[in-house]
């Protein structure tokens, strides 16, 4: 290993697979639970509850995960705002899924899919109002850095955005019912390929190895 070898490289690299794990944990949760629903394994109340536990528990371990992702998507500025902001954002999330399952556990059926929908969209609103506050929109790529933990900022920021639009979906289906959740997911298709557009890692000039 070289001896300048950035301090988060080892750190970052490792959150990819975790973060790939829980999303894929729920989204196979919610296919299990959506299948034994159908074959009337279990009541159709129920499942909604569990599927809406498991975003819940999704929306916690991002929270938690947030403020370890090191070094910011844009930005070559000072990292303290940005780590600040992380750091109140993810606590945002984590209060907000427990906020979520408890909404998903005790609010009468009926009321738990528009509770549910207004507490995560909620959470999502805070964390961007802390963002912008602490540390502002980042203003270019950064011609340096850790591709490693780029990969991982951008894992995070692609579930985020699944994830907010999943809450969205929910609502729109309380209130306007399912056309109107179709169009979503065209929707989000879309800006998801935009996402992954702007996201895009940026090509770093290569470092020659040092002697070993």
Not at 77 to 86: G, L
Not at 96 to 101: F, H
Not at 167 to 179: E, I, K, N, S, T
Not at 197 to 211: D, F, G, K, V, Y
Request: hydrophobic fraction near 55%.
């Amino acid at each position: 290993m070289s001896p300048n070898r950035p301090a988060d490289t080892a750190v970052c690299h490792p959150l990819v697979k975790p973060l790939t794990l829980a999303s894929a944990l729920v989204g196979l949760t919610v296919l299990g639970v959506g299948i034994a629903s159908k074959l009337g394994v279990i009541e159709a109340d129920m499942a909604k509850r569990i599927c809406g536990i498991a975003f819940g528990v999704l929306l916690v371990v991002l929270g938690n995960f947030l403020p370890k992702v090191a070094r910011p998507i844009g930005a070559d500025a000072d990292p303290r705002p940005i780590r600040t902001a992380e750091r109140m954002a993810g606590w945002l999330f984590v209060l907000g899924g427990l906020a979520y399952i408890a909404a998903w556990v005790f609010v009468p059926p009926g009321l738990n899919l528009m509770a549910s929908s207004v507490v995560g969209l909620g959470v999502f609103a805070a964390a961007s109002a802390v963002w912008l506050t602490l540390a502002g929109l980042p203003r270019h790529r950064p011609s340096s850095g850790n591709p490693r933990a780029y990969a991982a900022r951008r894992s995070m920021f692609v579930m985020l955005h699944a994830v907010f639009w999943a809450f969205a979906m929910f609502l729109a289906a309380g209130v306007w019912a399912q056309p109107v959740v179709t169009y979503m997911m065209l929707g989000f298709v879309a800006a998801n390929g935009v996402l992954l557009s702007c996201l895009r890692r940026p090509r770093l000039p290569q470092e020659p190895e040092s002697a070993a």
